[in-house]
């Protein structure tokens, strides 16, 4: 089995309930990745791992939890990062998604948004509030002052 990946076949943990897909006993999930029991209770006193518990406190790993140890997997053995960086990078991880999630809500916002304008005739309306301005003092005050400020357009007024 290449290392850090999940074993294609082996993984005959304790049957969870119908639709919510397999549960793995530790013992099983040790074995399938070639790992010490004790590195995976590590993982989860980290916090890296998650697994669910039975009544008799017994660690069930999910499919989720699968896919997880195998992100640490390929980070600690493949790419030789610490378990505090690997805490680190798995944070990341989490913000992206969510900001990912945060940036395509507001992306469908605006199309709704620009859907509603076109519908309701805004576009006319829209070309017709917009107005050029004149420079003023301030901005060619500093341009003179820093030569990297591009220089606004001369104003024919002046």
């Known amino acids: 089995m290449p290392r850090g990946r999940r074993a294609t076949t082996g993984l005959a943990g304790s049957p969870g309930e119908a639709g919510a897909g397999r549960l ?11 790992i010490h029991p004790q590195t995976l ?3 989860e006193r980290e916090g890296l791992l998650k697994p669910s518990r039975t009544e008799g406190n017994t660690r069930l790993y999910s499919e989720e939890d699968l896919r997880q140890l195998e992100v640490i997997l390929n980070l600690t053995r493949d790419l030789g990062v610490n378990l ?3 805490e ?7 913000k992206m998604e969510q900001m ?6 507001f992306v469908a916002w605006v199309r709704q948004e620009l859907a509603r304008a076109a519908q309701e005739g805004w576009q006319e309306r829209l070309q017709q509030a917009l ?3 004149p ?5 060619r005050a500093t341009a003179k002052e820093d030569p990297g400020v591009p220089a606004p357009p001369a104003d024919p007024a002046e």
């Open 41 to 43: 209770r590590l993982y």
């Open 100 to 105: 990912q999630g945060e940036v395509s809500e």
């Open 135 to 139: 420079p003023t003092p301030l901005a």
């Open 88 to 94: 680190i990078v798995l944070n990341m991880r989490r």
């Open 131 to 133: 107005v050029r301005l």
């Open 24 to 34: 793995y006993m530790i013992s099983v999930v040790s074995k399938a990745y070639g």
């Open 84 to 86: 505090a960086g690997v």
